[in-house]
């Protein structure tokens, strides 16, 4: 048979599997989505671009980490672009962006629902900050070197998780089932052993990762929002209800804005309305202790009182089982609840 009239190479079956993909990644959550398309747009990017010397020389001294001095000192925004690139080649790259990006995806889908997407972008950026900071700071003093990778922003979110729902477990080949900070406690152990072995992971954005992941949780728990600034990127999305159940001396937007990163993903092809129910939802669905008492007089105001009741269990649910848990019956009253 002749290669082009090979099943595998049909254009139906080319067609039909982009669709299947567009189909599987309008369904995931907006922030998470742009976040993995981001990173793996700039690592295949690279792969092709890496081999002329000026996108190389300006990829690696200008848009990644450098702790040589003066370095991110005089260019502070690599404290912010490193988390998006992943520079290695061959297999130890591939396994560097895919294990960031897997990790990135099972934790942060669910938190992301729970919790919003800004609240996910904040902590991926906050994760990455910190880690940035704490390998200039050692840098400087210690050792040069040249970070990149989201591995720092990735452990942000995942000690933030770790530390809101402790009793959060994963399940693990060869391990079984374990809680979540453990799992994280025990990354950061081997990264210590790693740092006394002078090996070329970067430790110190791992650790500095972890610990800004940890700060932002525990100042959550006590009442400190530092994620609100991230709403911007989603204004759109969440004051569109509001805007729209408003009147404010009669006046209507003929227009609505769209966020940056929903130009971001117009500009990378994606649709930015597909998907908007599930983050949208998720925005007032928050499963955060501190703000539990507020959601529920907010739906009593709003919600039928014979469906208070049943949205509080669905709540506690989630705390204890995570939101897969939930089926398809519950989620339709969750969804109903926050949009109400």
């Excluded at 399940?171 to 990264?191: N, P, Q, R, S």
């Excluded at 740092?195 to 728990?221: D, E, I, N, P, Y």
Aim: glycine share 10%.
């Amino acid at each position: 048979m002749p290669l082009l009239f090979h099943p595998f190479w049909h254009p139906n079956g080319h067609l039909a599997a982009v669709n299947q993909f567009q189909s599987w990644y309008s369904r995931q959550p907006v922030a998470l989505r742009t976040l993995i398309a981001i990173n793996v747009v700039l690592y295949v990017a690279w792969q092709f671009l890496r081999w002329i010397e000026p996108v190389n020389g300006f990829v690696y001294n200008v848009l990644a980490l450098n702790t040589e001095w003066p370095g991110a000192v005089l260019m502070p925004w690599q404290l912010l672009t490193y988390n998006f690139l992943h520079l290695g080649a061959g297999l130890f790259g591939l396994l560097h962006i895919a294990f960031n990006m897997l990790w990135l995806y099972w934790i942060g889908k669910e938190f992301e629902r729970m919790h919003g997407p800004h609240e996910l972008l904040a902590l991926y950026i906050l994760g990455g900050l910190g880690g940035g900071v704490l390998s200039l700071l050692l840098g400087l003093l210690f050792f040069d070197s040249v970070i990149h990778g989201a591995s720092g922003a990735v452990l942000g979110v995942i000690m933030a998780v770790a530390i809101l729902y402790p009793y959060k477990k994963v399940a693990l080949i060869f391990l079984g089932t374990v809680k979540l900070l453990y799992l994280v406690l025990g990354f950061l152990a081997i990264d210590a052993l790693l740092a006394l072995s002078s090996s070329g992971v970067a430790v110190t954005a791992h650790w500095g990762g972890a610990l800004a992941g940890f700060l932002c949780a525990r100042a959550g728990q006590r009442g400190i929002d530092v994620t609100s600034w991230a709403r911007v990127f989603f204004e759109d999305r969440s004051s569109r209800g509001r805007r729209s159940r408003s009147s404010h001396s009669g006046r209507s937007s003929s227009k609505p804005q769209i966020g940056l990163l929903d130009r971001l993903e117009m500009w990378l092809g994606g649709d930015p309305k597909a998907g908007s129910s599930s983050s949208g939802s998720s925005t007032d669905i928050k499963e955060s202790s501190g703000r539990r008492s507020s959601q529920r007089s907010e739906r009593s105001s709003s919600t039928p009182s014979g469906n208070t009741d049943e949205v509080d269990r669905i709540l506690d649910k989630i705390s204890e089982k995570g939101y897969d848990s939930l089926s398809e019956e519950e989620k339709r009253i969750l969804y109903e609840a926050s949009q109400s």
